[in-house]
């Protein structure tokens, strides 16, 4: 069975940082183009960042770029994002997710974590 | 960058009567990569149709995706109560900003 269980939240102040991972069960996740998906309270989603399914290419949205850093442990199965100078606007729901085919950036994706909260604040 | 827009923001129904959602890109866009998401209060979002027109594993028949292009379309049949939520397209890495199903 696909499990993903993310872990890592919490609250820190504006500038602070975090390391968010995901836990992945029931499969390979560096056979899968892994995201993290955000949600802010009360709105939409909004892709964040994704790792490739082979040599680690990585993608950032705008919205983080030069702060977020992705990636990986395939001998723990476990998808990470490092968030930094972190800002008010960055409090969000923090999902992991799993595309429904692995190799390609399909996005579709058949399995999400729980989610973690992130909150900056002071 | 392709840009999603959904209407209605807000769609407002009775159990038992169909609805028509509605995703447009800003630009064409591959159906391989066109998705639709269920997503309900304090739940993670669930895959509804991906491949612009497939049903993803468990979801009922009243569930239909289509379109091509730049407009694509998620209908339900007829609702049930637990279909009011709110739905998202998806375009790869670009979510739309979702319509709201609720009851009337």
């Known amino acids: 069975e696909v499990q993903l269980l993310e872990s890592g939240g919490g609250l820190v102040q504006p500038g602070g940082s975090l390391r968010l991972s995901c836990a992945a069960s029931?499969?390979?996740?560096?056979?899968?183009?892994m995201s993290w998906v955000r949600q802010a309270p009360g709105k939409g989603l909004e892709w964040v960042s994704a790792?490739?399914?082979?040599?680690?290419?990585?993608y950032y949205a705008d919205s983080v770029k030069d702060r977020f850093s992705i990636s990986r442990d395939n001998s723990k199965n476990t998808l990470y994002l490092e968030i930094n100078s972190l800002r008010v606007e960055d409090t969000a729901v923090y999902y992991c997710?799993?595309?429904?085919?692995?190799?390609?950036?399909?996005?579709?994706?058949?399995?999400w974590g729980q989610g973690t909260l992130v909150t900056v604040s002071s | 960058e392709i840009v999603l827009t959904q209407s209605p923001g807000t769609l407002s129904l009775s159990p038992g009567e169909g609805a028509t959602l509605s995703c447009r890109a800003s630009q064409s866009v591959s159906s391989t990569f066109l998705a639709w998401y269920q997503q309900k209060p304090g739940q993670a979002p669930r895959l509804i149709i991906y491949g612009a027109s497939s049903r993803a594993t468990g979801i009922p028949d009243r569930f239909s995706g289509s379109g091509s292009g730049t407009d694509f379309t998620l209908t339900i049949g007829r609702l049930e109560p637990e279909d009011f939520a709110v739905y998202y397209c998806?375009?790869?890495?670009?979510f739309g900003p979702g319509t709201k199903v609720d009851i009337k």
């Open positions: 790792i490739g399914s082979s040599g680690g290419s990585t």
């Open positions: 998806q375009q790869r890495f670009t």
């Open positions: 029931g499969f390979t996740i560096s056979s899968y183009v």
């Open positions: 997710a799993k595309p429904r085919v692995g190799g390609t950036a399909t996005g579709n994706f058949d399995y």
